[in-house]
C-alpha cells in the first residue's frame, strides 16, 4: 500500500525556519510531480510549491524567495525548506504527489498533513 508519510512540522517563531520532508513509502514504480499544499480552517486548500520529476518547480507568489522545493528521485521523498517564516503561513500542510505504482497504474495521492504553526 502507498502512502505519503509527511514530517517535520511545528511550532516556530517569525522569522524562523522549517523543513519539511515527505517520503513514499510502499513499493512504487515511480514518482512523478510532487508538491506541498496547506489549508486552513474555512479556507481552501492552496497549493504552496510543486515540482517535477525532471526538478522544474512552481511557488506561490507569497513564499518566493522565502520558500524552496526540493526532491531526492533516489529516495522518494520532496522537501520544502521554509525560512523567513510569517503568522500568515500558519496552516496544515499536506504533500502530494502523481504516482505510478505498478507500470500503467497512476494515482494522486495525498499525505496525511503536518501542522505548521508560526507565532511568539
Known amino acids: 500500500q502507498v502512502q505519503l508519510v509527511e514530517s517535520g512540522g511545528g511550532l516556530v517563531q517569525p522569522g524562523g525556519s522549517l523543513r519539511l520532508s515527505c517520503a513514499v513509502s510502499g513499493s512504487i514504480f515511480r514518482a512523478y510531480g510532487m508538491g506541498w499544499y496547506r489549508q486552513t480552517p474555512g479556507k481552501q486548500r492552496e497549493s504552496v510549491a510543486t515540482?517535477?520529476?525532471?526538478?522544474?518547480?512552481r511557488y506561490t507568489d507569497s513564499v518566493k524567495g522565502r520558500f524552496t522545493i526540493s526532491r531526492d528521485n533516489a529516495k522518494n521523498t520532496v522537501y520544502l525548506q521554509m525560512n523567513n517564516l510569517k503568522p500568515e503561513d500558519t496552516a496544515v500542510y499536506y504533500c502530494n504527489g502523481e504516482i505510478e505504482v505498478n507500470p500503467g497504474s497512476f494515482g494522486a495521492y495525498w499525505g496525511q498533513g503536518t501542522q505548521v504553526t508560526v507565532s511568539s
Open positions: 515540482i517535477t520529476s525532471g526538478g522544474s518547480t
